[in-house]
């Protein structure tokens, strides 16, 4: 069973930035795509970014695109989510999962997530 731990949430004002970085255990992680979800007060989980396993496919809300740039090190067993242009309503708590195939859009395993507040 992998564990995902994130890191790098925190407070910042709108049109900030911020990196957030997903740190994932075992030996298969470079099989798998990867992605961010986040889930706001009273709101459902929504899909944030992706990326397949070989960083060659990324696909983002349309409400990140521009903003937004998911990024991986298979070395590490790492990914990031770079964060620029902070709007209030990013606010949430940010979820790392990893997907269910190299390149797949459903994700089978989740994080604990990390908070990312946006004070305008």
């Known amino acids: 069973q992998v564990q995902l731990v994130e890191s790098g949430g925190g407070l910042v004002q709108a049109g900030d930035s911020l990196r957030l970085s997903c740190a994932a255990s075992?030996?298969?992680?470079?099989?798998?795509?990867m992605g961010w979800f986040r889930q706001a007060p009273g709101k459902e989980s929504e899909f944030v970014a992706s990326?397949?396993?070989?960083?060659?496919?990324?696909h983002y809300k349309d409400s990140v695109k521009g903003r937004f740039n998911i990024s991986r090190e298979n070395a590490k067993n790492m990914v990031y989510l770079q964060m620029n242009s902070l709007r209030p309503e990013d606010t949430a708590v940010y979820y790392c999962?990893?997907?269910?195939?190299?390149?797949?859009?459903?994700?089978?395993?989740w994080g604990q997530g990390t908070q990312v507040t946006v004070s305008s």
């Open positions: 999962a990893r997907g269910l195939g190299s390149d797949s859009p459903e994700f089978g395993s």
């Open positions: 990326i397949s396993w070989n960083g060659g496919n990324t």
């Open positions: 075992g030996r298969t992680f470079s099989r798998y795509a």
